[in-house]
């Protein structure tokens, strides 16, 4: 007799595959191992017919979770910074969000991915909320991580490899993020949050607009933060566990057949990411050329995407880290803003 039924298995399965490829991917200093060790491992068991069902509102609920990170991540001081050179940030942000959606337009029009599909894949920057809401928006959220994740990959280690030239071995030894699961835990602050992502999670249920619980408590974090109301409380193990269930949820749809279609695109949407690395040292270039701002600062400043990772390597590199990060911060609110506009505007030129 079974002492697990096969569902148990499969879920203990899981889980143990799960926490063997974070290991390895922090010790690695992989970005976004939280998120990509789970979908991995939901990638091998959905492949090797060992099905495993992620509840809907478990989903929705880490949905949330994100929601609060994101708006806790924003610093109220990055308005200031982007207002007062508003000109140089609106110019460089737009370019680089026109640049990749020339490139998604391209692989979609060479049949690379679904038209929606590419779009959203190709967005430069906030890759967590940009997976999250493409499903919402008709996109297959399997190949959007795919090609999200893959960009930030790519983007992490040309980032390093540039901060070494540019600053010496030694820089870069510090330009990897320490990751503690249980760390100090200011009680009252992490209950007020938990009521700030329950009240995403309801009006997000009843509204029922997409990404609800992502975007909803994004707002509601942004507002309590910026007004001085609240300073969120996100543990590490309730990030960890968000992520999680976000991985999982988009691995465990994976079949054979997607697996091997992304297998065939991968030197494509290769080329895609490097083309678009390339075409934003152009952007730092011009930025060095005409702004005065130095090599480094200009290059982490344009780099698209991976603004966690950015803001690890800024932080351990002699450059303007506040340019550096309102350039990133600006970008990945824009792109949060328009993605859908532009997903829809280019998926209807398409068809036509």
């Known amino acids: 007799m079974a002492i697990l039924s096969p569902t148990r298995r499969n879920v203990l399965l899981l889980i143990t595959l799960s926490l063997l490829l974070v290991v390895v991917m922090e010790w690695l200093h992989l970005p976004a191992a939280l998120l990509l060790g789970p979908m991995f491992a939901g990638i091998f068991l959905a492949i090797n017919g060992r099905p495993v069902t992620i509840n809907k509102q478990g989903f929705s609920a880490a949905q949330a979770v994100v929601g609060a990170m994101i708006a806790h991540a924003i610093p109220p001081s990055v308005f200031g910074r982007i207002a007062a050179d508003w000109p140089l940030f609106v110019l460089c942000i737009f370019s680089v969000i026109f640049a990749s959606a020339i490139l998604g337009w391209i692989m979609a029009k060479l049949q690379v991915f679904p038209g929606s599909t590419a779009i959203w894949g190709s967005s430069p920057g906030a890759a967590a909320a940009m997976t999250i809401m493409a499903e919402s928006f008709g996109a297959d959220v399997r190949l959007v991580a795919f090609m999200q994740y893959l960009r930030v990959m790519v983007v992490a280690l040309v980032a390093v490899l540039v901060t070494r030239i540019g600053m010496g071995a030694e820089s870069a030894e510090h330009a990897v993020a320490t990751f503690t699961l249980f760390g100090p835990l200011r009680v009252w602050p992490f209950i007020a949050t938990l009521m700030l992502i329950a009240v995403g999670f309801l009006i997000a249920r009843r509204v029922k607009m997409p990404s609800g619980p992502l975007l909803i408590t994004l707002t509601l974090g942004i507002i309590v933060e910026d007004s ?40 494509r949407v290769l080329l895609s990411v490097l083309t678009l690395v390339t075409i934003c040292c152009g952007f730092a270039f011009l930025l060095v050329k005409f702004a005065g701002i130095d090599p480094l600062t200009a290059y982490l400043a344009t780099s698209p995407g991976g603004a966690d990772t950015v803001a690890i390597i800024a932080s351990s590199s002699h450059v303007d880290i506040a340019f550096v990060m309102a350039m990133q911060t600006g970008r990945f609110i824009v792109v949060l803003i328009t993605g859908p506009a532009i997903s829809r505007f280019v998926a209807k030129r398409l068809k036509r």
């Open 228 to 267: 001085g109301l609240l300073t969120l409380e996100l543990p590490s193990w309730l990030l960890a566990l968000s992520y999680a269930l976000i991985g999982w949820s988009i691995g465990l749809r994976f079949t054979r057949e997607i697996v091997l279609y992304a297998a065939r695109a991968l030197p």
